[in-house]
């Protein structure tokens, strides 16, 4: 289906995957995802890719309620400084468009830092790696899949 949901199978994780419409008209998709899914702000997960002072990309997995803090993630990641990664450089390095950027699955793995916030639920949602389509499953099957560490990155 994607490379999110291929890897998740064949590593036999847990996961359920929740499609919905997604209006073109939306442009805060994890937004859209809680609220047509029904599902608590802090429960969904936006993915972020930044650029590190060291020209290395990382990945923030933030919840939608909140917004991703710079200097928590390049500290994170052992960087002085990190800044919102560009477009396309987002796109060739996780081969996902924007707004379906899933942390599961990137073309290249880069260092992913999940934010502490993620342990307070039994699962979590992501983008499953498409517009419209979320996968469900527990944060530390995430951290494994993905080489994840997690930190405080969010300020919320």
């Known amino acids: 289906?994607?490379?999110?949901?291929?890897?998740?199978?064949?590593?036999?994780?847990?996961?359920?995957?929740?499609?919905?419409?997604?209006?073109?008209?939306?442009?805060?998709?994890?937004?859209?995802?809680a609220a047509t899914l029904g599902i608590d702000p802090k429960q969904v997960?936006?993915?972020?890719?930044?650029?590190?002072?060291t020209g290395e990309l990382a990945v923030g997995v933030v919840p939608v309620s909140g917004s991703l803090n710079l200097k928590a993630i390049a500290s994170a990641a052992s960087a002085k400084k990190a800044a919102m990664a560009d477009?396309?450089?987002?796109?060739?390095?996780?081969?996902?468009?924007?707004?379906?950027?899933?942390?599961?699955?990137q073309r290249k793995q880069l260092t992913t830092i999940i934010d502490n916030s993620a342990n307070n639920f039994s699962t979590i949602f992501v983008s499953?790696?498409?517009r419209g389509l979320e996968i469900e499953l527990r944060a530390s099957d995430l951290a494994a899949l993905t080489g994840a560490t997690f930190a405080a990155i969010s300020t919320a």
Do not use: C
């Open 128 to 130: 499953a790696g498409k």
């Open 87 to 105: 477009k396309l450089k987002v796109q060739r390095s996780s081969g996902y468009v924007l707004g379906g950027v899933s942390p599961i699955g």
């Open 45 to 53: 997960f936006k993915t972020l890719v930044v650029e590190l002072n």
């Open 1 to 33: 289906m994607t490379p999110a949901i291929d890897l998740a199978t064949k590593y036999n994780v847990v996961f359920t995957v929740h499609q919905y419409q997604h209006s073109p008209n939306i442009e805060s998709y994890g937004d859209e995802a």
